[in-house]
């Protein structure tokens, strides 16, 4: 049976709640998850959430384990730099992957085709191996450049989706509005779900 794999990239945009909840229902779903992190993104991570990652690949997958109650193996953390990664090369890499936050300067970086860092080559060969990819910026006000970029992506099959939840399952709670945003990430990657009510279902809506 084929592994079932995803990438997930974190970067250091604002929303590392989002991440955190989005990598703890993914391990629910997939076989194996490739997490990479941008050195922005642990320093968002610790001052949103409070995690402190190491450096080391070995002991930042061992915290992330630990912190979201993850089994062994789920995750592989990996260097921004080790390009000799699955996720570095299009026979091998998963047909889907993640940006969650995904920061204006990665989506530059991958609208222009950079591939400097693995993050940037890994959306690259997704993108040109025709998968499914995933951005979850978090950014306002957009500036035109912001919009050129993503526009640009969007024409080339990327799915461009603003961390911006809704409000009509009435949250009660910050954690009512990341599982929203996580929700809707999930019904796009075609991953079950019942972290949010949906409109019209069980209420007056619709």
Not at 36 to 58: D, Q
Request: hydrophobic share 45%; proline share 7%; glycine share 6%.
């Amino acid at each position: 049976m084929t592994e079932r794999a995803i990438t997930l990239a974190i970067t250091g945009a604002s929303g590392a709640p989002y991440a955190l909840r989005l990598l703890q229902c993914l391990a629910s779903h997939y076989d194996k998850i490739y997490v990479l992190l941008s050195p922005p993104a642990r320093v968002v991570l610790a001052t949103e959430s409070g995690l402190k990652l190491p450096e080391a690949t070995r002991e930042c997958q061992l915290k992330l384990q630990q912190h979201l109650q993850l089994p062994d193996n789920k995750i592989e953390v990996l260097a921004r730099d080790n390009w000799f990664s699955a996720v570095a090369s299009g026979s091998s890499a998963p047909k889907q992957m993640v940006v969650c936050p995904c920061s204006t300067g990665t989506l530059s970086a991958i609208a222009v085709g950079a591939s400097d860092n693995l993050i940037e080559r890994a959306a690259d060969v997704v993108i040109k191996e025709k998968g499914q990819l995933i951005l979850v910026p978090r950014e306002t006000p957009f500036s035109a450049i912001h919009l050129e970029n993503m526009l640009k992506l969007a024409q080339l099959g990327v799915t461009i989706m603003p961390a911006a939840p809704g409000f009509y399952h009435t949250p009660k709670s910050v954690d009512d509005l990341v599982d929203f945003m996580v929700a809707r990430i999930l019904d796009h990657l075609g991953v079950p779900q019942a972290l949010a009510p949906r409109w019209g279902y069980g209420g007056e809506q619709g």
